[in-house]
């Protein structure tokens, strides 16, 4: 639970709107009702206020931690990713998002990585503004939970996706931007074609 306190003093306020019988006797719905009318006035009146303490985001506090697989030691600490390099950030955010989506789809239940299901995600311009190193970290994690990804993202970075992807779906536009084509072409004739680009130059 949040250390908060005007978090932990609202979740308090919100118990004690419930009747009590034990506690007011036979005046706890009218002490109830009176209660509530009082949040619901500070609510209207104190906007910043009502925003922090109605999100129940803020309602706990996260943190987790980045384990060695051969010994289990304990590489790094996340709490809020405060004080994280935007690298230590991205991954703290690509490890909990892959990790949702495949405990969203099932995929460790009854070992379905490798099954035909479907777990389809669309990453798009996720990789725009982060290195190398972190965008490799997620594609390798989207590999590993067994998620099928399709990404968007510029021609200057697909060598990033590269080793992960099969298929290309090119996407070229007019230059009145009002007719836009898709060809796929395989990753295999992707490399072709640049070797022969390669070649004449």
């Not at 104190?46 to 590489?75: H, M, P």
């Not at 099954?115 to 311009?125: G, H, I, L, P, Y």
């Not at 796929?184 to 130059?201: F, H, K, M, N, P």
Request: proline fraction near 1%; hydrophobic fraction near 35%; charged fraction near 30%.
């Amino acid at each position: 639970r949040t250390k908060d306190q005007q978090i932990r003093a609202f979740e308090v306020e919100l118990a004690n709107c419930f009747p009590n019988v034990n506690r007011d006797g036979d005046r706890a719905n009218e002490v109830a009702y009176l209660r509530i009318r009082d949040l619901l006035n500070r609510l209207d009146e104190e906007t910043y206020w009502a925003r922090k303490v109605t999100d129940v985001r803020n309602w706990l506090d996260f943190a987790a931690d980045e384990r060695r697989k051969s010994d289990d030691s304990q590489q790094e600490r996340y709490e809020g990713a405060s004080g994280k390099s935007g690298g230590q950030k991205a991954k703290l955010a690509y490890t909990i998002m892959a990790s949702a989506i495949a405990y969203q789809y099932g995929i460790f239940e009854h070992n379905r990585k490798d099954s035909k299901t479907f777990r389809f995600v669309v990453v798009d311009e996720v990789f725009s503004k982060s290195d190398e190193s972190n965008s490799r970290f997620a594609m390798d994690l989207f590999r590993e939970l067994g998620l099928q990804v399709l990404v968007v993202t510029p021609s200057d970075k697909i060598h990033i996706v590269e080793p992960y992807i099969g298929i290309c779906h090119w996407v070229k536009n007019n230059d009145e931007g009002n007719n836009s084509r898709v060809m796929d072409i395989t990753i295999e004739q992707l490399r072709e074609q640049r070797a022969q680009i390669g070649a004449a130059d």
